[in-house]
């Protein structure tokens, strides 16, 4: 007998992951890589960094998500490159997979646009290890502040900067704005008086550049209302170890600077040969193939598809789409049929600014406040679904939102703590 | 007004917190130090290490226990030493803190016994960094076992050796036979056929030595019914990298080398000028004062207090009821009375040796199976109260005990994930 076609996806975010759900099952053999072993639900990131969620609220086992699908298999490793006449993805460690069919789903990463000293001193929220490094930086910053010898550091180290008005940037602020309020009066007895900064630069003449104006003026005017400074139409220039520099503007002495100012498609797609448009994204046709690449795909984040003259933005809806579609197309091609194009669907946008306040976008209609809030809920915790966890994340919102509180505030890292050190046992 | 008088603890483990506790709403100022911004309930690390529970599940801010106490200020940092005659503690980076009475209590860490290649190549359990990295390593080594190209590799990666049989060792051993019970059947079809070693070693001839012979011989019976080999009277020579060897027996081929063979006092007990026993524990009077030094109590592992000619052991139970004698003691002290001798005052011991299923000894009532576990469940959940998550902990508990899973399984580190790196910017 023949061994079934091969369908290799580099890959376990939205994008990858909707692609191998729909092949499960199907007469092929599936391959995920991913160099982590979980899939992660980036939209609920922010709330890890905010210290209200644990890691594994919103990363599950890759492996876990395909029990029991027998011809799905999992493969923990660094996709070092692709021979496209060989028909080979090779592997970190000299590993390869060969594939009939290929779909590249690798993603984005943290885009500090060469901004000077912004990769050596922003942290970024893109990934599980930025989030948690970014919690235990500002733990560690209000620690060293009730330490703080004079005035002026300790003004430095309770001024924040979160740099992106997109979504990211807007829910991460309003986030910690909420974490300070609600910890800092109850259990930072010393800084009783000392007041703290948030200050969130978008370069663009608004915040939620995606969404409709009214809902963005809505997000500032909230945002506001929480203590946070907005600055429009600024940028950041430079990155310092202790201050940061908006042009037109005297630098702001900071203990702490996030960047969320956007991704750009991670490493891989750059050292494959393919055609890359403008933005470094690898350009599919129609039918999300990538070109002069037969069996190819590219999906998500690291694929330019173009609609209506514009790429498609990067967010986990097209990925989702995409990744479906192009599971649909592997199965017409292998069944002899011809692959369909795709088409982008706009469902609407939607961000949280805090607790019971968010602004939603769905078709025509828009929301705001606490109904917006209760559309953001209703539909994360319709896509957490899968994630057998939803109902402990349910239930620590619920707790939290009745205890206001912040329960997951601690500094952790693993081969840390007792003065041990790294292990030179792998992995 | 004169201030009033200063009490600082170093230490924020079971016995720093319990003298802490009690000194709250007292007529005194307290400190306490500690490196980690949070208290650990250390006889729940083996379960972070195998993936059923969350860090925070088991670690709660120090500065969330005494929210509210206005007395207690928490204070991070890592002490460095200790000025007996101007009465001031050392903190990294050049902080001190005056004391009128000093409590040491700053517990134990692995003791590697010079055995060679240990220190470099086992995997503490301790501290909740090493839990972390234990967690880490393993689901990690699963991962290489399914990439593996020869069976000899395989068998090597899949092979586990615990060092120690104590209850850490014990109840380690018990939880990664179950999580590769439940996980590898149902995730890892790669690994079908395959098996798996977990070698427990002890030096002893029984297990859990603190416990009646009978209960020993019960936890030998129950870890081997579950596939754990169990090596009494046998010690480990040497460790390197791919192999573990042991006296008198060809070496082992093991992918990770677990060490829970013993604990020595913290490296600031070696450090100050006091006097020592043996164990390297600090010499104390039978009212827990440092001899030779005025104002200081020394507590918990830290403390060499001897009682019936044998020095109390190094566990929770003496530690808190250390704490509680030494604040009471201080008050006195401080109020002009005499300080109180201490006795200690064996409650019994516990060791899970996993899901429904314990020893237990309390006074002279001997359980095992599952009226053990009971007991063993009641007692920790009793002991967890002050934790505000520890209905969280229960429900997990219940749901894993309902589904048979192991949900936090993981393999995350702060900083780590997409590619990003150490950040400049501390701390």
Same sequence: chains 1, 2.
Avoid at 245 to 274: K, M
């Amino acid at each position: 007998m023949m061994g079934r076609p091969r369908v290799v996806i580099v890959g376990a975010g939205f994008g990858g992951l909707a692609c191998a759900r729909k092949l499960a099952g199907k007469p092929v053999e599936v391959a995920v890589i991913d160099r982590n072993n979980y899939h992660l639900f980036t939209p609920l990131l922010y709330q890890v960094a905010s210290s209200l969620l644990n890691p594994s609220d919103i990363a599950q086992p890759v492996r876990a998500i395909f029990r029991g699908k027998r011809n799905v298999r999992f493969v923990r490793g660094e996709v070092l490159g692709v021979d496209f006449e060989r028909r080979t993805v090779r592997l970190e460690g000299g590993a390869e997979e060969p594939y009939d069919r290929l779909v590249l789903a690798v993603g984005s990463t943290t885009n500090f646009f060469g901004v000077s000293g912004a990769e050596e001193g922003a942290l970024g929220l893109k990934d599980l290890g930025e989030a948690l490094e970014l919690r235990n930086h500002v733990l560690g910053v209000l620690e060293r502040a009730t330490q703080a010898q004079d005035a002026g550091e300790r003004e430095r180290l309770l001024t924040f900067v979160v740099v992106g008005g997109g979504p990211t940037g807007v829910e991460y602020a309003g986030a910690l704005s909420e974490l300070l309020k609600l910890v800092v009066p109850r259990e930072y007895p010393e800084l009783e008086g000392v007041s703290w900064r948030i200050v969130l630069v978008e370069g663009l003449p608004r915040l939620l550049n995606a969404f409709p104006e009214k809902l963005s003026e809505e997000a500032r005017r909230e945002l506001v209302k929480k203590g946070v400074e907005v600055r429009l139409g600024t940028r950041v220039t430079a990155a310092a170890e202790e201050h940061v520099q908006l042009d037109g503007a005297e630098p702001i002495g900071a203990g702490t600077l996030v960047w969320a100012a956007g991704v750009r498609p991670s490493g891989l797609a750059g050292t494959l040969d393919v055609g890359r448009s403008r933005s470094g994204r690898i350009e599919v046709d129609a039918a999300l193939r990538v070109r002069r690449r037969d069996g190819v795909y590219a999906i998500g984040d690291v694929a330019s598809f173009v609609q209506d003259e514009r790429e498609v933005p990067m967010l986990s809806a097209p990925a989702m789409q995409q990744g479906r579609h192009a599971a649909a197309n592997i199965l017409r091609e292998l069944a002899g049929e011809r692959a369909r194009r795709f088409r982008y669907r706009d469902k609407g946008s939607m961000a949280t600014i805090g607790r019971n306040d968010a602004v939603a976008q769905v078709g025509r209609l828009q929301l705001t406040g606490f109904p917006g809030w209760v559309a953001w809920l209703v539909v994360h915790l319709y896509y957490l679904i899968g994630f057998r966890n939803r109902l402990v994340v349910l239930m620590g919102w619920a707790w939290n939102y009745v205890r206001l509180d912040r329960p997951v505030r601690i500094i952790a890292r693993a081969g840390e703590g007792g003065g041990t050190r790294e292990k030179a046992r792998g992995p």
